[in-house]
């Protein structure tokens, strides 16, 4: 029952506001309705899959483009989403109106007719068909295009709340308005026929991009994760994460974030992540100490932080692919650090809490080990996990050059593994010894991963030499043999029950069963990471596989566990199967928010291209700034927080990087700021997520109350200072592209790394203000100002010794020639913008291995003159690096700068360490003659 004095929910309201949010909270009581949603959830699934597959190239049958998926996709959620999705909270939920059946039936054929109106046969009685009249519709076509996007937009106020609705609503209604908006904001207006044409029947609006990674990438990734949730994936992340963690002190909060983090991998939902772990999480933080708005907090804060974790960012990855031009891998490798990061320094700031509050963690089911272990515990074990996932990053992106090696550096790889399973065996004994079983199972985990991933990466180069086209069916054999070795060796533990939270957790499982009951889980994991990462395909056809390989887990892991348990098998497959209807049931209705959202989304980006609005934005966000560069990052992290407010994860990225991204470009060329172009999408998605915190709209904070019974406007504000280290992250990459390993070699990745890692830690602790101690107000700011020295030790060198000396432009040639192959120069330039207004930018010119200063600046595609002084651009190449640096006719280089010699950077690390040693010693001190806080007694 719900708890209405502390306005804590029932579990069935928990599951009502996932379902109202996420899946829709709908529930027929006729079992043929219910059954026609269910049919056509699965028919969604079934026809993603199919398109995903290789089986319509091979077999010539069912093969659709794009361009004919999208408006089959946007028809099955526009269907679900009328069927699913109430109009009004008081609207019948056991019960469809007969309305509703006519919505959704009406929205589905406006979306099906950009599909059965393109096709010969419509041809063939009409005489014409869609694509037949670009940019020229009929009246036909326009009714329908308007009728379209009434029901898409109703549809989205029903399926994610008001928000997005009325944001694509203002857009369509600038665009129709521009001539009467005032000053700067005014344009030219379009015609209603040229607005219908151009948002629902070209691909620039509804049904342009991001419509079609949702249809081709996001919805197997979404299945994906459904399928692995069904098979018990989420329960033995949670039960993982608790067995390792839940022991520590503020264990259950430390633990919250390791399995949200897992969740996180395998949903692309803040909300139904929060939900899920915290029913389980936050009740545990609340017995060992936590206030119910702190624990809702750390929820809200590590199911946010999911969204930012790749391989699947929210299906935000994708979305960049597609609007960056570069590849997925890419976009894992930039996104990597910062993620791991950040949920590194939420487990700190946990950890503060608890050591500020005296909290005690949660007994084992084991002997209780001493405090000073624990903590020797904690810290290995996050060593390992930093080692283990640089290891596993760094040893991909040594695969590719590994195939032309020779066998010494497989010898030095297994070497390696030798000696970290000798390190574990040595764990194992000191473990007996002083109960850290962490050391030995983390040191094993790493052995096994140097062994196992070159072991793997050799037998699979081996068998494709030897096998040739038969090669996928040796793969998939061998894959299946390792499946039922695992379930084997998992079978000898006893299966992790679903815990009931309202029920009182006094003794955590063991760690060493817990973990080795479900490893057969990792394997689909693994061949997705294999396929993406090391493989290469298509994100499309690696999440396929992952797919497929989860089918077939499920359908075999229920046999298979009985078989091996000695149980008796009868109904096992049967389960299964069940499992597996429920699990493509499952994925396609966590679909359609997304699917609507993307299509929606796509209405604000139609407004963006046809009206320009983005360098009115521009403008404002200038005008603001007075182009102060740290001004327009703020100002724009702000418009980013404020068009993020209450969207789903995937058209919260959608919006604000269509019209926040190109201002950051813009203003910063500008004001001599020269972010890549992955940058600033991370920037704009970073804060754009974090609206799912922010009071007083944030929608994940509202979940968490819901469940710990805090108020949900305190829980957003202790959330969104929990989430400080996440909003920091994104100025930092703009000035430090190394934390995105941008150019930058494996050593120096390492070391970014750890440094980045280091300084998060310490700005945490000055945010804090608790170090090993409580801190004073000046060592707090001696901690923040020691973080930002560690992050970005150049600023301070900068100032010290310039990086750049002012040239004459008349001497670019020589300055060229005697500059430092692969270094960039940087040329102040004056032109005029689009419309005619004088304008200055910062343009750089990448310096070339050629002899002489003429043939560098030849190869990078820049001509020059002199005329009355002044050295005037007189061509940029066509398709020249010098083009794409913004260089055109008739521009006046003003200024030219070239690299100067400086001093290491990193010698400012000596005095901010230095004053890190000083802070250290004074408040151990401090501690040592300050008596400990009493603990809170567990149940309180």
Known sequence: MAQEDTGKLSSEELEDLVASTDTGGRKPTNHSVALL??????????????????????????????????????????????????????????????????LAIGAACCSLYLFVFDTEIIKSIMGTRLSDRPNNPNQLDVIVSVLGIILLLEATRRALGPPLMIVAIVFLGYTFLGPYAPGFLAWKGASFNAVAY?????????????????????????????????AGAGNYFIKVAFSLMGHLSGGPAKAAVVASGMTGLISGSSIANVVTTGTFTIPMMRRVGFSAEKAGAVEVASSVNGQIMPPVMGAAAFLMVEYIGISYFEVVKHAFVPAIISYIALVYIVHLEAKKLGMAGLDRATEPKPLKWGLISFGITMAIILAAASAIYYLFLAFEALQEADSRVLAIAVILGIIFTIFAMLGARLSEERKIQVISTGAQVLGFTVIGAFGVFYLIQTVSALAGAATPWIIAALLAVTYVGLVRFCASYPELELDDPNEPVVRLPKPGPTVKSGLHFLLPVLVLIWCLMVERLSPSLSAFWATAFMIFILLTQRPLFAMFRGENRDGAFARGFNELIDGMIAGARNMIGIGIATAAAGIIVGAVSQTGVGAVLAALVEFLSQGQIMLILIFTAILSLILGMGLPTTANYIVVSSLLAPVIVALGQENGLIVPLIAVHLFVFYFGIMADVTPPVGLASFAAAAVSGGDPIRTGFVAFFYSLRTALL?????????????????????????????????????????????????ESLALLLIAFTLFRPGFWMDYVVPPFSNVNPAQIVQAMGEAEPGSQMRAIVDGLDDVGDPITLTMVIDVGDEPTGEERLEAFGLEIFEDDGKVLVDNAIFDSKAQAAGFDFDQVISQLLVPAPQPSKYLFYIPALALLALIFLLQRRRRDDTPEPATVEQGA
Not at 54 to 80: M, N
Not at 204 to 209: A, C, D, L, R, T
Request: no cysteine.
């Open 37 to 102: 949603i269910a049919g056509t959830a699965l028919a969604w699934s079934l026809f993603q899959v199919w398109i995903a597959s290789p089986l319509p190239y091979t077999t010539g049958f069912g093969v659709f483009s794009s361009g004919e998926a999208r408006p089959i996709h946007l028809a099955f959620a526009l269907f679900l989403a009328y069927l699913a999705y109430p109009a009004f909270k008081s609207s019948p939920r056991r019960v469809i109106p007969t309305g509703d059946w006519a």
């Open 198 to 230: 151009h948002q629902w029947l070209s691909t620039e609006g509804v049904f342009g991009i991001a419509l079609g990674v949702s249809t081709d990438l996001v919805f197997l990734f979404v299945l994906f994760g459904a399928l692995l949730d069904k």
């Open 730 to 778: 994104p100025f930092l990459f703009i000035f430090n592209t190394d934390l995105l390993l941008i150019d930058v070699s494996w050593a120096q990745g390492i070391f970014v790394f750890i440094i980045a890692t280091a300084a998060m830690l310490i700005f945490t602790a000055g945010s804090q203000g608790f170090f090993i101690a409580r801190s004073r107000i000046w």
